[in-house]
């Protein structure tokens, strides 16, 4: 357990500094610029997972956007709202992700460089994911120090613009045109459930939320294994998780400043889920709504699936945010 | 090989005897009458197999229809368009597939008893999920006659109406509401590729698209484990496999006289796809699409893979048949 007061990685000083939090405005802005870029996904709904739960549940489906998940929104709002001469220089992050592909996605769409760091222990089908969008990776010792140093070398060499996954009023902005489309789909909601690592989509579902349907409440949805989230929101202040281990691989890493400010400030609650029980979820939903989610994605269902007295009788949209899955290693496989 | 005019089973006998080969009006019918039991499926397109294929593809997606797969149709407008009399001693049929799931699901609907005869060697889930939709299970030794005898018997001892699972006309007509659907949503296509085994969804297929565009040409793709098809095809009479092993489990049944009625008159032209070409289309299907798709669907993307020829730059639609597969015991798994 890190206090994130005590580090302080170099790159997100000045944005620290300058904490712009992004407004609703900024959001609607997102949505035109991104719309020719994105998918807009299709809600889904399950009557069998309408029966176990009692709730009625709209899934916003990012599993069938564009490079497999909700990430593309943030990182298309970053690259085509850079001017002309900053877009030449190209954009740079560090991500193993979901960010890594949509980044590249992106800047191959609008024709400049994206520049991803990744850990050289890095699974070889995601550095070739990245490669296949036209992205340029450089491999890093997987430590925090070596990545930063890595992406300050590159920053300074290059002049690009470094589009952090989720800590960039950008990205924020673009992951709330999320739930902008869910609730232009499906009206007036009880409650909104999603995932929660960094809390980007969270970030973004509470910009939207607030402002458009303010009596909405927002769940963040964590696996218990990497529960820094939860402990931050109970203890009142940014918590960060050392190196936890969870399925849900794409929820490992920790809030940042411009997060925990929508975290701190609209979620409800934070909601927990064992690794069995988001495995369990992940199954039930391919057997039954026949779509591939990542187990990410799937940590949302788990958490309503254990608190059904919170969603009962309740319209609950479910944030399903990706579907980038090794095939060939299903958790259930394991078991 | 078995000459179909050697084996001449005792039930559909007396359907050979009065052939009443269904019409539009009958599709028509069927799909105002099923409207409230089934699901619209939405149709999804891929802009990587596009690219890939060099053809527009539109995947009618049946793997999201109730019960997860299109017999659903042909079932229900057997069941509902049953008297309340006949109705009153209920439905029957042999099948360890979808169909016995559809007519029990279908029936339940209707408040009436399925009876499903299926060898006692059938996975468990699949007995179960027969029983989970209310259907009564009886097992038999996994042999035709065992089947025959047994399935005669119920029919003598309840008066329950036998649907068999492709060679009737009331299931061929509910299963043309599909390609129905598909022409309604996206308007004129060069082609229609579906799976066949037993023929029902594409006789349906050849129903509907011989009505409302008749230009479309329909290709019914085939795994060549079990090619009885393309061998009648080629044949011009109808010839049956003997008991052919394939992943796609649910296309190891043969032609009976009304689906070879519309396979011989209609049918452009049987592709064949080997064992490797439909897990590899599975695969592919899973990982861009981010659907779960059974093996038997994916018969038809490895046909399109495989004859690029005939469809680039050509509209085409994809009957994706179902979605109802043992998310522990995956093809790739074995490779």
Redesign the interface.
């Known amino acids: 357990m890190i206090n994130m007061a005590k580090s302080k990685p170099i790159y997100t000083m000045s944005n620290t500094n300058q904490l712009y939090i992004p407004t609703f405005d900024d959001v609607k802005a997102a949505h035109k610029r991104i719309a020719p870029h994105i998918h807009r996904t299709?809600v889904?709904t399950s009557s069998y997972l309408n029966n176990l739960t009692g709730a009625e549940l709209f899934f916003k489906c990012e599993?069938?956007q564009k490079a497999?998940a909700f990430k593309v929104r943030g990182a298309s709002n970053a690259v085509f709202g850079l001017s002309d001469e900053k877009a030449a220089r190209g954009v740079v992050t560090h991500s193993s992700g979901n960010h890594a592909l949509s980044l590249s996605y992106a800047a191959g769409r609008r024709g400049i460089q994206a520049t991803v760091v990744m850990p050289h222990t890095a699974p070889e089908a995601k550095k070739a994911a990245v490669r296949g969008y036209g992205g340029e990776v450089h491999e890093c010792e997987p430590s925090l120090a070596a990545r930063e140093e890595m992406l300050e070398k590159l920053i300074v060499k290059t002049g690009a613009d470094f589009v952090h996954p989720y800590n960039d009023h950008r990205v924020i902005a673009g992951q709330g045109t999320c739930s902008l489309e869910l609730y232009q789909d499906v009206g007036q909601l009880d409650a909104v459930v999603a995932p929660i690592g960094g809390g980007g989509m969270i970030s973004g579902t509470c910009l939207t939320m607030s402002n458009v349907s303010p009596k909405t409440k927002i769940y963040a949805a964590e696996p218990k294994n990497a529960d820094d989230v939860y402990r931050s929101f109970h203890a009142g202040e940014m918590i960060e998780d050392d190196a936890p281990q969870t399925v849900a691989d794409g929820l490992k890493v920790s809030l940042r400043p411009r997060t925990w400010h929508f975290v701190s400030t609209f979620v409800s609650d934070v909601l927990l889920a064992s690794e069995e029980e988001i495995i369990d979820a992940m199954?039930l939903t391919?057997?039954r709504?026949?779509?591939?989610?990542e187990p990410s994605s799937a940590v949302a269902l788990a958490t309503i699936l254990k608190n059904k007295e919170l969603f009962e009788g309740k319209r609950v949209g479910v944030i399903v945010t990706g579907?980038n899955v090794d095939?060939?290693k299903?958790p259930?496989?394991n078991s």
């Open positions: 299709p889904l599993n069938f497999g199954y391919w057997q709504m026949k779509i591939v989610i579907g095939l060939k299903l259930w496989m």
